[in-house]
């Protein structure tokens, strides 16, 4: 693997940045399929990683060992220096901590659109309803979706409901937040929305890893590029050593196939 980059530049605006997730050695098999061939990757606080990689080279399953959705059969994976691959740790406590965003818009469609962003300050941290509520109605506002609290989902458009399932998992303050694809389902017009807050997060200072196949908006909202393949991380760098310098002949020929 080469690395040039190390902690993306931003790094630099925050002051006692540490590290916020740090992923060791991890394998993962499908059977007999390897998927993660030993993943290390450490990610800074506030910097925000860009998983790029052709489909089937394992950024799905990365992303869900992080949030335990798949446990790893080898290697460690660091939540704030704490180990969160330990079997004796809480699962539930640990996803509380991590904001996680997928492809295909995951609003519960029987809650109104403030509910889905409180259900789980309420439920998971026990906010009282008017304070969830308030909080919740602030981040809408922020989205410009403040009039469509009461709404159901199925009433806002597909970039509308994709910017509530965002403030969804920020609403709890994660010190995570993981991004899955979460353009790919979208009509193309609506995609830019959806980067613009994205790219505000990273402006206040999320901690953010994100698999895109959008290589614009990696290029310009990533501190740092990973490109995967076949479950090994490749190349990594800043978007302007992987995107216009790439090293590896993999990188050059997977960029290449996308023009
Ligand atoms: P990406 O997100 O980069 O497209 P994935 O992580 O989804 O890649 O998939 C990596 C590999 O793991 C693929 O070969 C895929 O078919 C396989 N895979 C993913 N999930 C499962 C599963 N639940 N069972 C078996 N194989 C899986
Ligand atoms: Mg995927």
Known sequence: MVDRAGPGPRADRWCGV?????????????????????????VAEHEVVALIGASGSGKSTLLRTVNLLEPVDDGQIFLHEQDITDPRVDADAIRARIGVVFQHYNLFPHLTVLDNVTLASRKVFGVRRAEAAERGLALLERIGLADKARSYPDRLSGGQQQRVAIVRAIATEPELLLLDEITSALDPVLVGEVLDL???????????VMATHEMGFARRVADRVVFLADGRIVESGTPAQVFDAPEQERTRDFLARLH
């Open 18 to 42: 540490s590290t916020a997730l740090s992923v060791r050695g991890v394998h993962k098999w499908f059977g007999r399929t390897p998927v993660l061939q030993g993943i290390d990757l450490d």
């Open 198 to 208: 994205v790219r505000e997060l990273k402006e206040s200072g999320s901690t953010i």
